[in-house]
């Protein structure tokens, strides 16, 4: 399956659906570490976030811990999928999700966000969203710009309504059960996956009519699981895929399926660049 022209050059701010419309891109310091599980610094991220100041921090609020170590998250089904150290913007003016921003913004300012499709129910495994930036309008909505944090799954829904609230457990990366095969480590796989990277964005722009020019450092030092979320980011075209993606708990075979899209990805862009200097377009007859 080729996926361009969806995959880059702009895999930070997905495009939202025809119920969010986007929000000016903001670029933001303030945004905590991905991984991070506590609630530790969120009365600091929600002043610098735009919530008003605060005379004195109160202590870090913890989200509602069951007796199994489960967290209760209040969910947000959108049909995007959202990666670790991503950034969306969302326009949030459904009731109940307003309702749920009101006491996201009043509590550790996160909610999950999870796949939903057209053909209706939710994915099980999603990300934590954090607001880092937001504006209350006049009647009620929202403006915010959320970053991805950790994923989760789900494993119980505590309730439904006024907005569907879930017991999670965190979901973490495992490694490897056997050593890898040469060539087949997280490392070299993440090297392989840039360099297909570039190759499919030089070809998309000849294809574009764009000037070819250096692509730069696409990794950006990186570690191999970080990356594969990047990667995974940028196939926003696909939002199936990335919920695939997302599911997987293996660093390495995650960059494997991001290699084999990207290699079908390129296969795909050298046969129409091949037709397309093949059969160049006649200047019109006027």
């Known amino acids: 399956m080729a996926l361009l022209p969806q995959i880059l050059p702009s895999p930070r701010l997905a495009s939202p659906s025809d119920a969010f419309r986007r929000a000016p891109r ?13 609630g530790r610094g969120r009365g600091r991220l929600a002043t610098a976030a735009g919530s008003g100041p605060s005379a004195s921090e109160p202590e870090p609020y913890q989200p509602p811990e069951s007796d199994d170590g489960l967290v209760e998250l209040p969910l947000f089904p959108l049909p995007l999928v959202l990666f670790p150290d991503a950034t969306h913007a969302l326009h949030i003016f459904e009731f109940r999700y307003r309702v749920m921003m009101h006491t996201v913004l009043q509590t550790d ?38 970053k991805g944090q950790e994923r989760f799954r789900v494993a119980r829904v505590v309730r439904t309504k006024p907005y569907l609230v879930a017991a999670v457990q965190w979901l973490e990366d495992r490694p490897p059960a056997e ?13 392989d996956v840039e360099a297909l990277m570039r190759d499919v964005i030089r070809i998309a722009n000849r294809l574009n009519g764009k000037p070819e020019k250096d692509v730069g450092d696409l990794r950006r030092g990186l570690f191999p699981t970080p990356f594969s979320f990047y990667v995974g980011n940028t196939f926003e075209g696909a939002p199936r895929e990335q919920q695939a993606l997302l599911e997987l708990e293996d660093t390495a075979a995650r960059l494997r399926r991001e290699r084999d899209t990207l290699r079908n990805t390129l296969n795909y862009l050298t046969a129409a660049s091949a037709v397309k200097d093949a059969f160049p377009s006649s200047p019109s007859s006027g």
């Not at 903001?26 to 506590?38: C, I, N, Q, T, Y």
């Open 26 to 38: 903001v670029h933001s310091a303030v945004a905590s570490s991905p991984g991070r599980r506590g």
């Open 109 to 146: 300012l996160r909610f999950g966000v999870v796949f939903s499709g057209s053909g209706g129910g939710a994915a099980d495994v999603g990300c934590v969203g954090e607001v880092v930036k937001h504006e209350r309008l006049a009647d009620d909505r929202f403006f915010l710009i959320c």
């Open 179 to 191: 050593t890898p095969a040469p060539g087949e480590d997280a490392e070299a796989l993440a090297s």
